[in-house]
């Protein structure tokens, strides 16, 4: 057997190395080198993303033993399984992946190891025209776990410690590390729309005009903010600077308070950001038009409610209005269905047949 049994203890327990090493030494010619290759490869049916860290060494010299220890820094990262190249399955006996040999305990403390011993096996043999794949660590990120994952080398315990040993000398040396490697990780998108909402409104309207947007995540929850700037805007049902979660759709209320505005047109921007999402912040474009009072307003009857258009809302409206003594709107004639100059029982029966009996349309405005 050869001698370098004597490091078993770099393996098995927490014992004191076999001899000193200083960092980044190698008597053995050109110096070994370890580094990472990593690759992201997004899976958007399950709102993951499947990275894959592939461990190269350089190596001009027989190798009887080698450990490095890793370590990364997101949870949201997990490891699924790693696998030795054919070169290493050839070269050592003995090989650990995972802390504690154990994929759970790897992925509770976010560390694991390469570490191969060779007893019988001829071991790593040299080979100076390039880098060669030892092993291939594979792992699961989820899309809102944060924009990247950070690997970098980590002596964790005395099974992790940085060293390859010699074949034939039994001389420990400690490979170049070039040093972290920041692997960028797939965000999801925010989606907003429309990208613009027009709202119709007139001067000393006693009641609030709305218009409406979505905000969407397809990808995953996302948790968003939503800022705009004038006074005359309010957001429901989530106020502004206000958290909130949004998965596969929201729908969100734009109200408009028009009490003291006006004639004319006025606009502002609803901005909204997550800092789980790829593409924030989006902006929403609302634009306000106060109509002239003197005039009546008549610009679509039937549209009671100042939507912009008709539909079931202007019929609750009208409903409420005739019955149940609640407000008749800003512009009475679109609530003359029938232009006759009179807003009754009539109007609510015309609307409803239009809408729903493909009745006679809202008489034209003047």
Same mark, same amino acid.
């Given at each position: 057997?050869?001698?370098?049994? @004597?490091?078993?203890?770099?393996?098995?327990?927490?014992?004191?190395?076999?001899?000193?090493?200083?960092?980044?030494?190698?008597?053995?010619?050109?110096?070994?080198?370890?580094?990472?290759?990593?690759?992201?490869?997004?899976?958007?049916?399950?709102?993951?993303?499947?990275?894959?860290?592939?461990?190269?060494?350089?190596?001009?010299?027989?190798?009887?033993?080698?450990?490095?220890?890793?370590?990364?820094?997101?949870?949201?990262?997990?490891?699924?399984?790693?696998?030795?190249?054919?070169?290493?399955?050839?070269?050592?006996?003995?090989?650990?992946?995972?802390?504690?040999?154990?994929?759970?305990?790897?992925?509770?403390?976010? @560390?694991?190891?390469?570490?191969?011993?060779?007893?019988?096996?001829?071991?790593?043999?040299?080979?100076?025209?390039? @880098?060669?794949?030892?092993?291939?660590?594979?792992?699961?990120?989820?899309?809102?776990?944060?924009?990247?994952?950070?690997?970098?080398?980590?002596?964790?315990?005395?099974?992790?410690?940085?060293?390859?040993?010699?074949y034939d000398t039994n001389e420990d040396l400690s490979p170049f590390w070039p040093g972290p490697a920041v692997v960028p990780l797939p965000l999801p998108d925010l989606a907003v729309w429309p990208a613009e909402v027009g709202v119709t409104a007139s001067p000393g309207c006693p009641i609030p005009v709305t218009g409406a947007f979505a905000v969407c995540a397809p990808h995953g929850p996302l948790t968003c903010t939503m800022t705009k700037r004038r006074s005359w805007l309010k957001l429901h049902p989530y106020p502004e600077d206000t958290p909130f979660a949004v998965d596969s759709a929201c729908t969100i209320t734009v109200w408009i308070v028009p009490r003291y505005l006006a004639p004319g047109f006025y606009y502002d921007?609803?901005?909204?950001?997550?800092?789980?999402?790829?593409?924030?912040?989006?902006?929403?474009?609302?634009?306000?038009?106060?109509?002239?009072?003197?005039?009546?307003?008549?610009?679509?009857?039937?549209?009671?409610?100042?939507?912009?258009?008709?539909?079931?809302?202007?019929?609750?409206?009208?409903? %409420?209005?005739?019955?149940?003594?609640?407000?008749?709107?800003?512009?009475?004639?679109?609530?003359?269905?029938?232009?006759? %100059?009179?807003?009754?029982?009539?109007?609510?029966? %015309?609307?409803?047949?239009?809408?729903?009996?493909?009745? @006679?349309?809202?008489?034209?405005?003047?």
């Amino acid at each position: 057997m050869r001698r370098v049994i @004597r490091c078993l203890p770099l393996f098995f327990a927490a014992a004191g190395r076999c001899s000193p090493v200083s960092a980044q030494s190698d008597p053995f010619g050109v110096m070994d080198t370890v580094a990472i290759v990593a690759s992201v490869e997004p899976i958007p049916e399950t709102n993951q993303s499947r990275v894959r860290f592939d461990l190269w060494v350089y190596s001009d010299e027989r190798l009887a033993a080698s450990v490095v220890g890793f370590r990364w820094d997101n949870p949201a990262v997990q490891m699924d399984s790693a696998i030795a190249s054919p070169l290493i399955q050839d070269s050592y006996d003995v090989l650990f992946f995972y802390e504690g040999d154990s994929l759970a305990h790897t992925n509770l403390n976010l @560390r694991f190891l390469f570490a191969g011993l060779a007893f019988y096996s001829p071991g790593v043999l040299p080979d100076a025209s390039g @880098r060669r794949l030892w092993a291939s660590y594979y792992f699961t990120a989820g899309w809102t776990g944060g924009p990247q994952v950070v690997f970098d080398t980590l002596t964790f315990s005395a099974g992790s410690e940085y060293v390859f040993i010699e074949y034939d000398t039994n001389e420990d040396l400690s490979p170049f590390w070039p040093g972290p490697a920041v692997v960028p990780l797939p965000l999801p998108d925010l989606a907003v729309w429309p990208a613009e909402v027009g709202v119709t409104a007139s001067p000393g309207c006693p009641i609030p005009v709305t218009g409406a947007f979505a905000v969407c995540a397809p990808h995953g929850p996302l948790t968003c903010t939503m800022t705009k700037r004038r006074s005359w805007l309010k957001l429901h049902p989530y106020p502004e600077d206000t958290p909130f979660a949004v998965d596969s759709a929201c729908t969100i209320t734009v109200w408009i308070v028009p009490r003291y505005l006006a004639p004319g047109f006025y606009y502002d921007t609803i901005t909204v950001s997550s800092s789980q999402a790829a593409n924030s912040p989006e902006e929403v474009v609302v634009q306000l038009e106060m109509l002239d009072k003197s005039s009546d307003c008549c610009y679509l009857r039937g549209d009671a409610d100042l939507s912009g258009d008709v539909a079931i809302g202007d019929v609750t409206m009208l409903v %409420g209005c005739l019955f149940l003594g609640g407000p008749c709107g800003c512009c009475p004639s679109h609530c003359d269905i029938d232009g006759n %100059g009179q807003v009754n029982a009539l109007d609510v029966t %015309g609307l409803i047949q239009y809408m729903f009996r493909h009745g @006679r349309p809202p008489a034209p405005c003047d």
